[in-house]
């Protein structure tokens, strides 16, 4: 079997895993080669989540029919990257840089998810879960911008399940009975995720890397 065979067959599986569960797979590409992407597209993927925003708008270019989420940390001078080309927001947790992000924004609405910081490592990016419900309500206010989950990333060291469960927690009081996305769960840790309710898992190495 070659790599590209491998691939797809690993692809199928994590599918067929993630249906019975009701959940979307977002395959992160970030570290992925273009040969490998297109490996996926041609068996059928859609979602792919990239960390740089430059290479986010190179590959929305070329692969258009394709949604290209902004899965890591974004500096406002790279707002205009995704407001114009990214699918969906995965890691806003600074007000500021919605606004950047929303002035580029043009004939549509841009999902976001909040990042939040269940990790309780002050290193990790996202806002503090008792600074939710008041960002929530400023990010709402922003044209352009629509709130639909949050997102967050449990402990390397610590209590995953744990982590989160306070995260779906956290957003089904955010949003009152409402659906919204929870968007949580690695290569590491997808599956306890999905037990404790994500509607996304975010699959890298597990997919990619054929040593997984």
Not at 84 to 105: G, K, L, P, Y
Not at 186 to 209: K, Q
Request: charged content about 25%; overall charge neutral; aromatic content about 6%.
């Amino acid at each position: 079997m070659n790599q590209q065979q491998a691939l797809t067959e690993r692809w199928q599986s994590i599918v067929r895993e993630l249906a019975v569960a009701n959940v979307r797979l977002l395959a992160v590409s970030k570290y992925a080669p273009d040969d490998a992407v297109e490996v996926l597209i041609a068996a059928g993927e859609t979602n792919f989540g990239e960390s740089r925003p430059q290479n986010l708008r190179d590959r929305a270019t070329r692969w258009p029919d394709c949604q290209w989420h902004m899965i890591g940390p974004l500096q406002k001078n790279k707002a205009k990257y995704i407001g114009r080309f990214a699918a969906m927001w995965h890691s806003c947790d600074n007000i500021e840089t919605a606004q950047a992000v929303a002035r580029h924004v043009e004939d549509r609405v841009l999902p976001v998810l909040i990042q939040v910081n269940i990790s309780d490592n002050p290193e990790q990016s996202g806002i503090k879960p008792q600074d939710l419900t008041a960002f929530a309500a400023e990010l709402s206010q922003i044209d352009g911008l629509k709130l639909v989950g949050l997102m967050g990333m449990a402990p390397q060291q610590g209590d995953v399940r744990n982590a989160f469960r306070t995260l779906r927690s956290l957003r089904d009081q955010l949003f009152n009975g409402s659906f919204g996305e929870l968007c949580m769960g690695m290569s590491n840790d997808y599956r306890i995720a999905i037990e404790e309710g994500a509607t996304i898992v975010r699959l890298g190495s597990t997919l990619f890397d054929s040593r997984t």
